[in-house]
Structures are given as C-alpha cells and as structure tokens.
C-alpha cells in the first residue's frame, strides 16, 4: 500500500514538474516575441523623436537667422538712407551681433550642459553616452507600460505554473528591450545627428557670409 502510495506521488510530481516545463517554455518564447516587438517599436520611437526634434530646432534655427538677418538689414538700410552716421551704424552692427551671441548662449546652455554631463559621465565616448541615456530612457518607458498593463486571472495562473511572477518578467523585458535599444541607438540616431550637423553649419556659414558682406559694404 505504502509503496503504491510512493509510485503515485512520483508519477503526479513528474507530470507536474512536465506541465510546468512546457509552460515555462511557452512563456519564454512568448517573452522574446514580445522583447522583439517592443525593440522595434522602441527604435522607431527613437527615429520618429530624433526627426521630429530635428525638425523643430531646424525651424527655430531658421526663424532665428531670418530675424536676426532682418535687424541687421534695417541697420544697414537706415544707415544708407543718410538717417545716421557710419559710427552709429558700426555700434548698431556691434550691439545687435553681441546681443545675438548673448541669447544664443542663453538658449544652447541647458542643452550644452546636459550634454556635457553625459559626456563626462561616460568618459568623453559619444557613442557610449548616447547608448547609456537612451537604454535609461527605455527602460523607464518599458516599465511605466507595463504598469497600465493588468493581467488578467488566466495569465497569472499561467506565469504561477510556469515559475514566473509578473513583476520579474516584466523587470527582465525592460532590462532586455533597453540593452537592444542600447546597442542600436547610436546606428538609428547618426543620420539624424549627421543631418543636423550638416544643416547648422551650413546655414551658420550662410549667415556669416551674409554679415560679412553686410558689414564691409556699409
């Protein structure tokens, strides 16, 4: 009797221990379809916020250069129609370029520090700061979703059975979406930096052409 008892536990401890392995498989793979997916969907985030702020700064950029371009124009122009001297003309000039530097300076400061920051945390490695902040921003992301995500009563008997609790899987798609997304930053967001670069200067040696010649034909 005692022996049948003992073959009876090992048979039912063996089925479980079988269900549960199954189970457990099923949630890993399910795990990495959704790490893929949240990858993906973390990448194309990063691009579309990358353009999108691009896109904004260039036209900043742009209205900035066209105001300051129109000041200097109507110095210029109030000097050629006789309305004050070449000594009042150049103190304009002056004034205007030295208020220019001063809220450009004001303006690029908390992201001049900001990027300095990272920079010095992370050794001076621009590829690595730009992995490191944006990894920490995923990851952040990751985990504030989940928290509007609940499981419903079938999903929580399926991670129980399979050894899993929802709070560690879902620590460990976090951590595993934000190291993807750490590893690849520095690929999806070097066209939009380059771009950026090559815009800025660009349009800063329009301008500087521009008020050169404006200025040595006053």
């Known amino acids: 009797m005692l022996r049948s008892a003992f073959l009876f536990v090992s048979a039912l401890t063996t089925g479980v221990t079988i269900g549960r392995k199954v189970i457990s498989g099923a949630i890993n793979r399910k795990k990495q379809s959704i790490i893929h997916r949240a990858a993906e969907e973390a990448r194309e985030r990063l691009r579309g916020h990358a353009e999108a702020y691009l896109r904004h700064n260039i036209t900043q950029f742009v209205q900035s250069v066209f105001v300051k371009a129109l000041l200097l ?4 122009f109030g000097y050629r129609l006789g309305l004050y001297p070449h000594i009042a003309f150049s103190i304009s000039i ?59 009563r079938t999903t929580k008997i399926m991670l129980a059975l399979g050894g899993h609790k929802m709070d560690d899987l879902t620590q460990e798609i976090a951590r595993e979406v934000a190291e993807i997304s750490r590893d690849t930053s520095w690929h999806d967001l070097r066209p939009f930096m380059l771009a950026a670069a090559g815009k800025f200067i660009t349009l800063s040696a329009l301008y500087s052409v521009f008020v050169f010649i404006l200025v040595h034909t006053g």
């Open 73 to 76: 124009v109507l110095a210029w």
């Open 94 to 152: 002056a004034v205007l370029i030295a208020g220019f530097l001063l809220r450009d300076a004001i303006v690029v400061f908390p992201t001049l520090r900001l990027v300095l920051t990272k920079l010095h945390d992370y050794g001076w490695r621009p590829r690595k700061a730009v992995g490191e902040v944006v990894a920490a921003q995923v990851f952040e992301q990751v985990l504030d979703e989940a928290e509007d995500f609940e499981p419903g």
